[in-house]
């Protein structure tokens, strides 16, 4: 079962508040690395999308084990990011993040997977929905991005919308495995860094 699990790590946004993102540290490792290890313990599937060739270049660099792969299109959406990692994965599903959780739960991905099976997807939900945090079905993934993009529309609550049969999980069943949902934090700005820094001190 486990081998219909694909991971896609979107590493293509421009941070104008922590240029270079996916490469600051976070205790001895790179953000990027953080989040790569912690997908690892559920896939060995893992594309990580990047918008130009020198990010490339520096993320094969540090993660030679994972298929590094270029937005097809150059767009700030992240939508341009899943769609160009979810053509590059070969399973039926893929868990989708960004490059700055670096508390990912592993067993939240599971959770996630087995909610996701037979259907569109699984996303967690407490209000707001977390559209990278979240298993979508590769193929029908692909087409409502496409139409999406075609159609000019770039947000991913767009792109969720076609999705027709994608589950809602709901986070207090997420806290089961991971009770302080640390795996929904995520590093913006030098300060966001500084208290994860002491986060990860503290685990």
């Not at 790590?9 to 996916?22: Q, V």
């Not at 399973?91 to 959780?101: H, L, V």
């Not at 979240?134 to 075609?150: E, H």
């Not at 207090?172 to 990860?200: C, G, K, W, Y």
Request: hydrophobic share 40%; net charge positive.
């Amino acid at each position: 079962m486990q081998s219909e699990l694909g991971a896609v790590i979107l590493a293509g946004g421009r941070s104008a508040r922590l240029p270079d993102k996916c490469f600051r540290k976070l205790g001895s490792k790179e953000l990027i690395l953080h989040v790569f290890e912690k997908v690892s313990q559920v896939t060995s599937e893992i594309t990580i999308v990047v918008r130009d060739t020198s990010t490339a270049i520096r993320l094969r660099e540090i993660l030679p084990p994972a298929r590094v792969v270029l937005d097809e299109i150059q767009s700030q959406s992240p939508m341009v990011g899943v769609l160009s990692g979810l053509r590059a994965t070969r399973t039926e599903y893929a868990f989708m993040s960004a490059c700055d959780t670096p508390f990912i739960e592993p067993k939240v991905i599971r959770v996630l997977f087995e909610a996701a099976l037979g259907t569109d997807g699984a996303i967690p939900s407490n209000g707001e929905l977390e559209p990278l945090c979240s298993v979508y079905r590769r193929s029908s993934t692909i087409n409502a991005a496409q139409f999406c993009l075609q159609n000019g529309q770039f947000s991913m609550l767009e792109l969720i919308s076609r999705l027709r049969t994608l589950v809602k999980v709901q986070k207090v069943r997420l806290r089961r495995v991971d009770p302080q949902l640390l795996t929904f934090v995520n590093i913006n700005t030098s300060n966001d860094l500084e208290r994860a820094e002491t986060l990860i001190r503290n685990l």
